[in-house]
Nanobody, 124 residues
Framework: QVQLVESGGDSVQAGGSLRLSCAIS????????VGWFRQAPGKEREGVGN???????GYGDSVKGRFTISRDNSKNTVYLQMNSLKPEDSAMYYC??????????????????WGQGTPVTVSL
């Protein structure tokens, strides 16, 4: 059973930084893609970016240049480093995973396994 656990969500001021973690268990190899998504109240879930076993990533336009996804296969953990945070980045952040390689951008319907989410609040 594949499981994901996010952590690191917090309340920060605009311009600040946070690092979210996503610990993955249940895979027998590292041939899987991990995507980050976010959902603000009243809005649809949005793909933030994703990373495959080789570390290749794709990012949404709204976070390019500010967010960085990295992956430590030895720890089965993926990170989302968020810098220059804005109030519009406030959302519940989720990681999700699927076997195989990633698409350029993560699509919600492609990912069968999800974490419970971790909240991020950015205030002025």
């Amino acid at each position: 059973q594949v499981q994901l656990v996010e952590s690191g969500g917090d309340s920060v001021q605009a311009g600040g930084s946070l690092r979210l973690s996503c610990a993955i268990s249940g895979y027998t190899s590292d041939y899987y893609c991990v995507g980050w998504f976010r959902q603000a109240p009243g809005k649809e879930r949005e793909g933030v970016g994703n990373v495959n076993r080789y570390g290749t990533v794709g990012y949404g336009d709204s976070v390019k240049g500010r967010f960085t996804i990295s992956r430590d296969n030895s720890k089965n953990t993926v990170y989302l480093q968020m810098n220059s945070l804005k109030p519009e980045d406030s959302a519940m952040y989720y990681c999700a995973t699927k076997t195989g390689l990633c698409s350029v951008m993560p699509r919600e319907a492609d990912f069968p396994y999800w974490g419970q989410g971790t909240p991020v609040t950015v205030s002025l």
